[in-house]
């Protein structure tokens, strides 16, 4: 056991707040807390399905308490430094939830003095909109200080994707109709758990290419298990079949705060339109599933230009500024 994981797991802290590493079956507990949430739960990474995927590094240890009647998530990495990668969740007005987060930020402070985590971040990230909900509480201010992160998050509107219309997505239409000309034999289906060894290989392919673009994105330990586990994660993979063979798939996912979510795309770059295909037919998967739902989140560009250029391509209606949040000790 990591010295730091041990140390933790003897803190009075952790048997107060219940801490515990979190596990596939808490999808249930944080689903209900989310729904309950009084602010805009929306950051793309604090969804339980991307939080459970950290389980699955070797880097950090992610884990649950509750503090006052709010779920908060806590990593704790394998040097030692231990943050907020999300608010707390559930029914709380802003004093109650600065009130959480003063009891997260002290502890925190105090663990990363010890490990030499001077100035690190307590929560990273939120974005603009619960900045903003958290600043209409002077004390935040008082012992918080935020940072502005690369990058925007994106979400686009289901709607208008089903819709296309106008000059605004003549590129979209223009590659998806060439797309739709070049390969009309494409056969798109959800998929069976007996295509995970293809979409595995197809994974690796796009690594060595497409991925090598964009390396921020980090997604080598969460994709199998999402994959693996995407019953009980409730996902959605579309898979596009030409010939026999998997050249693209996509997996989204509709969460307790009535938005989707866009999680893992993975596709051979020689099929010129296939990400904007996959893109359109995703959305027109959801819409099917769910017509209420109204965006989707597809996460940050990270300051990648060409990221950005791509989302931007989808005229995205929510672009929301990212921070880490900083106690003031």
């Known amino acids: 056991m990591n010295v730091w994981l041990k140390k933790l797991k003897n803190h009075p802290k952790y048997q107060l707040w219940n801490m515990k590493e979190i596990e596939l079956k808490d999808k249930e507990i944080y689903e209900k807390y989310i729904q309950e949430t009084t602010y805009e739960a ?82 990273n990230p939120i974005n603009s909109i619960q900045l903003d909900f958290l600043k209409t509480s002077q004390r935040f201010e008082h012992y918080f200080r935020e940072e502005r992160l690369t990058g925007l998050e994106r979400h686009y509107s289901i709607d208008k994707l089903l819709d296309l219309s106008g000059k605004d997505f003549s590129k979209v239409r223009n590659k998806i109709n060439k797309f739709n000309r ?79 979510w866009g999680c893992v795309t993975k596709f051979i770059k020689d099929y010129h339109g296939i990400s904007e295909k996959l893109t359109i037919e995703v959305i027109k998967k959801i819409h099917e599933i769910n017509p209420q739902v109204k965006y989707i989140n597809v996460g940050s560009d990270l300051g990648s230009k060409g990221l950005a250029f791509f989302k931007e391509r989808f005229r995205p209606v929510l672009n929301y500024e990212r921070y880490a949040v900083f106690y003031k000790y």
Request: charged share 20%; hydrophobic share 40%; net charge neutral.
């Open 42 to 123: 929306s950051v793309w990474s604090s969804n339980f399905t991307y939080l459970w995927a950290h389980t699955n590094s070797t880097k950090v240890n992610i884990f649950k308490a509750m503090i006052d009647g709010l779920l908060v998530t806590f990593i704790l990495s394998h040097k030692g430094r231990l943050y907020l990668p999300c608010l707390p969740f559930g029914k709380a007005d802003v004093e109650h939830l600065v009130d959480v987060l003063l009891k997260c930020a002290k502890l925190c402070f105090e663990w990363n003095q010890q490990s030499r985590y001077f100035n690190k971040s307590t929560i």
């Open 182 to 260: 070049m390969y009309p034999n494409l056969v798109i289906r959800n998929y069976q758990p007996d295509d995970f060894q293809s979409i595995m290989e197809l994974g690796e392919g796009w690594e060595n290419t497409s991925g090598g673009k964009y390396r921020r994105i980090i997604d080598g330990f969460y994709f199998e298990p999402i994959i693996s586990h995407y019953k009980e994660l409730n996902h959605i993979i579309i898979v596009f079949e030409l010939d026999g063979k998997i050249i693209g798939m996509t997996t989204v996912e509709i969460l307790p705060t009535g938005q989707a």
